[in-house]
Structure formats: structure tokens, C-alpha cells
């Protein structure tokens, strides 16, 4: 998404409000016959005014936001009381009853602080501060600036698996998250009585995103009974810039919001949405390293503690299930909080190619993330290993440690292939399953550790349980045993895609 447009009435009073209330910078002005508009920007973000000379029809105050035209962009702020306290300030109308923060109960947007205003015009805006485990990275960055971008703009919309589909499959978004925001906070923020919203967040390899708003209750009203017209107030349009047009085209989706498309000028150099990404996404990448460098510490651990000959808890646990039972137990500890951590949350806590390719499958991250999060995830878990090591490299290497590395058990290399396809298959549509259910999300993480626990315990004679490309790759490095290595690059992310095709 290259910027965000919308009809004014009055330019002048336009651009005093948003520069001078919300400290967008002025960019550029233009006049033709019978119409003006003016560029501004905050932070990376532009919002395009334009004023006709003569302008329709003006925003219903009746207007909601489980109205079909409606949409707003969502202003991330550094503090939403005191932005809150400047629109006071500046007499601005105020749509919520003052700023509401989302419940602990809404999995997936917990913490978030929001409140929604409008313009001089009418038009619904929303600021919006993110709690430390969940937005962009760019939004946690220490900055003087009160009002610091736009991170994305909201559209209702009557069916949402059509919108998914439009805005995914024709105009190449992915998915970044999902939330159903249902209870008195979501009331008192949109001011529409009973409000359960499901929300669908979209991102381009560029640009503020896009919120597709489903309103399952009280249901999608139209408060406007005619087509939007550009020159109404009610007008927005959103461009985009893609590969896949020849030409720039004026389009509208499903539910006829405005849409510039536009072809990506051809001087655009191939490096720009890698170095993007890595502009933008660098400390998530670094995070899935990190997970998965302290999952490989941790499994280290665990096996010097309980293989080692020399270990005292090894000479007191004799029975391997039982030892294979603790080890488990720790790998799945460890999988839970790093699920819950905020570096988990924030960037999705992959920390599996297999899981990072299934999610690109799904269009649920953006190419170019997907190669750097596979990079962190295979670069991270060896260095954790070595740098776990590093104080015991003795131990670590013994032939009952190995550095925790992954082959093929006794019954050999087709039955460590199957072992290997069928968890990771079972995996990965659980945790798809259990992701489709409001109620069952919550809880997700302690599912996944919960199967770690049963695999390690009852699997791992058969293939050593790796289930992760990164994982195993990791410990064979300094193991130097590479031993039925293709087993767990082809069975985890063959599995992985099954099961996210078969559980839609």
C-alpha cells in the first residue's frame, strides 16, 4: 500500500486539523480545475486529501462502523492519554467513551489501547497504542514523536472469507493476524451496541496494512442508501502498487471500497523488498533465532542432565521412558513459555521451517519474511547449541549426548520417516484446529507442549523426535553426523503443508 485518500470539504481546515492536531507533515499541493489536494505523511505513511470544487453528499452522522462504506485509518500513537488529551484540546469529537483497552479474554489483541474520533469532516480515525508483544517492530522503537504512523486502515465488510480471498488471492496480501474483539470494551470503543466483531489484518511486502472488519452482530447496517461517489465525504480510495496489473486501474472490492491499483514502476530495484523487510522486520527475525537458541540450550541441558553417564540423575533414573519422560516434560516447559513470551507473540513463534513454509503457504507471511525468519531459525539453533557446549564440550560430544543430535532409531530409516511424517502431520493440524476456535485459542501453546511431551516420551526411540529442520541441522553441525539428515527436511515440511491444506 502506497497511501490512503479521502474527500474534504475544506481543504485549509483539512490540513490545519491533520498537521496541526495530529502532526502529519505537509508533503506536497496541487490545484486543478475543480479540484485541490494536498500530500501529507506521518512517519512513512501518506494520506492524500482532495477537495472538488463541488462536493456530494456529506457523512450521515448516523454512521457507524458496522456500516458497509465505513473505513478509517489507525494512527499509532506513543501515548494514547496524552494524544487523547491533545484531541480534547483541539475540540475534536470524540467517538468513544474515552480510550478503552482490550481485555486479557481477547487472545489476540490483549492490551491493545484504542479510541476512535473523527475529523473536521466526519471521517472515522482511531488511535491506537500497542502493548510491548504485539505491532510492527517499528512501533517499540524509541521515538520523541507523539503521533508516529498509520499502521493500517479498517473496512467493514458483509462476508469475510470473500474479502480474505479477494485481498489474498487477487492482490497478493497475507494474512498477519486475526482476533474476535466481543464485550463491553469493543462496545465502548465502536459505540455500537453488542458489538462481536471478527477482524482479519492483512500486510503487503510494503506499506500500513488492511483490517477487514466482520461484524457478526448487530450485523453490517448502510446508513448511506446510494453508491458512493468520489466526491461524497463518505469517499476513500487505497493504492496499491503491484506486479500483476499493466496499467493503473481503478478498482473496487467486494464491497465496493475504492481501490487505485497500480502497476510497480519498473525502475523499482529487486533488492527494495528484501532491504524493506530487513528494515522493517529485523527484530522479529532476530527473535525466532533466539527462541530457537534457547530451545537447543535448554535440550542440551536436559540431555547432559539425564543422559550423561556421569550425570547423578542419570545413575538414579534407570528406566530410559522414565528419563525420556523428564526430558519431555522440560522441552515442553520450554515450548510454552517461549509460545507466551512477547518475543513469541510478536513474531508468531515459529522458530520450524517447516512451520514458516505451511505459514507461507497459507499466505500468512510475506516471501521475503519467510526467507529471513528460515535463515534466523537455522542460524539460531546453532549457536545455541555451540555457545551451550561451549563450558562442557566433552560432555556434550559423549556418544549418550551427541549434542542432542537427531537419527534414525533401531528400527530404521523408513520407520523414522513415517514417525516423523505422521507427528508433524498431527501437529500441525491440532494446532490448526485448535487455532480456528475462539475459545481454544487461548490456549494453544500449552496443546503444542503437551504433544512435545508425548513424542519425546513415546516417539523418540523411533526418529529422536525432531519435527524441525533447524532443529536437527543444528545438532548435526557440530555432531558431524548427518545420519538420515533428508528425513527431517522432508518429512516435517511435507507434513506440515498436508495438514494445512486438509484443515481450512
Not at 533465532?289 to 543422559?307: D, H, K, P
Amino acid at each position: 500500500m502506497t497511501a490512503v485518500e479521502l474527500t474534504v470539504s475544506e481543504l485549509p481546515r483539512a490540513l490545519a486539523f491533520y498537521t496541526g492536531v495530529l502532526q502529519f507533515q505537509l508533503v506536497s499541493r496541487e490545484a486543478t480545475p475543480g479540484l485541490a489536494t494536498a500530500r501529507v505523511r506521518l512517519g512513512d505513511e501518506t494520506l492524500i486529501l482532495r477537495d472538488y470544487a463541488v462536493n456530494g453528499k456529506r457523512i450521515p452522522e448516523a454512521l457507524a462502523s458496522n456500516d458497509r462504506s465505513f473505513q478509517h485509518i489507525a494512527i499509532v500513537v506513543g501515548d494514547v492519554d496524552a494524544a487523547y488529551a491533545r484531541l480534547l484540546r483541539h475540540g475534536t469529537r470524540i467517538v468513544s467513551a474515552g480510550v478503552q483497552r482490550l481485555p486479557e479474554s481477547n487472545f489476540d489483541a490483549a492490551g491493545i489501547r484504542a479510541l476512535y474520533f473523527r475529523d473536521p469532516d466526519g471521517h472515522f480515525l482511531e488511535l491506537i497504542q500497542f502493548p510491548s508483544d504485539k505491532g510492527e517492530p517499528r512501533w517499540h522503537r524509541r521515538n520523541d514523536r507523539l503521533f508516529r504512523g498509520i499502521d493500517h486502515t479498517a473496512i467493514a465488510v458483509s462476508d469475510l472469507k470473500r474479502s480474505v480471498r479477494y485481498y489474498r488471492d487477487v492482490l497478493g496480501f497475507s494474512i498477519a493476524g486475526e482476533s474476535f474483539n466481543v464485550g463491553r470494551e469493543q462496545e465502548l470503543l465502536t459505540r455500537v451496541a453488542g458489538a462481536r466483531v471478527r477482524i482479519t489484518s492483512l500486510r503487503g511486502a510494503k506499506g500500513p496494512g488492511i483490517e477487514l472488519l466482520h461484524y457478526e452482530a448487530p450485523g453490517l447496517a448502510r446508513a448511506l442508501s446510494q453508491e458512493v461517489m468520489p466526491r461524497d465525504l463518505s469517499a476513500w480510495r487505497v493504492h496499491l502498487q503491484t506486479t500483476g496489473v499493466t496499467a493503473t486501474r481503478e478498482r473496487a472490492d467486494p464491497d465496493d471500497h475504492a481501490l487505485l491499483v497500480e502497476r510497480r514502476p519498473e525502475h523499482t530495484s529487486r533488492g527494495e523488498y528484501p532491504l524493506e523487510a530487513l528494515r522493517r522486520h529485523w527484530p522479529l527475525y532476530l527473535m525466532e533465532g533466539a527462541q530457537l537458541a534457547l530451545f537447543m540450550a535448554v535440550a542440551l541441558y536436559l540431555a547432559l542432565g539425564l543422559e550423561h553417564p556421569g550425570s547423578r540423575l542419570r545413575q538414579a533414573i534407570a528406566r530410559p521412558l522414565l528419563r525420556r519422560a523428564l526430558f519431555g516434560l522440560g522441552i515442553a516447559i520450554t515450548v510454552i513459555v517461549l509460545i507466551y513470551s512477547n518475543w513469541g507473540r510478536r513474531s508468531g513463534a515459529h522458530f520450524n521451517p517447516a512451520v514458516t513454509l505451511s505459514m507461507l503457504h497459507l499466505q500468512r507471511i510475506q516471501p521475503w519474511d519467510a526467507l529471513f525468519y528460515i535463515m534466523a531459525q537455522f542460524g539460531g539453533g546453532w549457536l545455541g547449541v555451540v555457545l551451550a557446549a561451549a563450558p562442557f564440550p566433552r560432555a556434550s560430544a559423549h556418544k549418550d549426548v551427541n549434542y542432542v543430535v537427531t537419527a534414525p532409531g533401531p528400527p530404521g530409516v523408513a520407520a523414522a520417516f513415517a514417525a516423523e511424517f505422521l507427528i508433524s502431520f498431527i501437529l500441525m493440524a491440532t494446532l490448526r484446529l485448535v487455532q480456528q476456535h475462539d475459545q481454544a485459542k487461548p490456549y494453544l501453546g500449552y496443546v503444542a507442549g503437551l504433544l512435545l511431551f508425548l513424542y519425546i516420551t513415546f516417539e523418540a526411540p523411533l526418529s529422536g523426535m525432531s519435527l524441525n529442520p533447524a532443529r536437527s541441522v543444528a545438532s548435526a553441525i557440530p555432531a558431524r553426523s548427518w545420519k538420515g539428515i533428508w528425513i527431517y527436511f522432508a518429512a516435517p515440511i511435507l507434513a506440515m503443508l498436508l495438514a494445512v491444506e486438509l484443515v481450512q
